[in-house]
């Protein structure tokens, strides 16, 4: 790891539970969490690759990226939102968001949508 990628989330409360996964050739230091990979880049930077200061990357269980999934945002509280979501299985989808159908275009309400899939989520949380 780059020693000055520090300086890149000394502003930032890291969850202990984050691996630090930053690679020395990576382009910016990253965490990985609840198969996610956070890519966090210098705050008020203006040369990055990314257009917010976040982006949060899907894993599988391999821990190998999901293109198809990913947040972009420069708000830190969203990006532990997202990554501490409780997830479940639904008619063989993963449902990250409760709120929205499997694809994501819809809001739903997930006591009357996912039944029993959601409500076992509740009952059983970590």
Do not use: H
């Amino acid at each position: 790891m780059r020693n000055e990628w520090k300086n890149y989330y000394k502003d930032l409360d890291i969850p202990k539970t984050w691996e630090n996964v930053s690679y020395n050739n990576d382009e910016l230091p990253s965490f990985m969490y609840n198969n996610f990979q956070v890519w966090i880049d210098k705050p008020n930077s203006n040369k990055s690759q990314f257009p917010n200061r976040f982006c949060v990357m899907k894993l599988d269980d391999d821990n190998q990226t999901i293109d198809d999934w990913f947040l972009e945002s420069d708000d830190f509280d969203e990006v532990l939102k997202t990554v501490n979501q409780k997830k479940f299985e639904f008619n063989g989808c993963e449902i990250f968001d409760p709120t929205k159908s499997e694809c994501g275009r819809f809001e739903v309400d997930p006591k009357e949508y996912y039944g029993q899939a959601y409500l076992n989520t509740l009952i059983n949380k970590e």
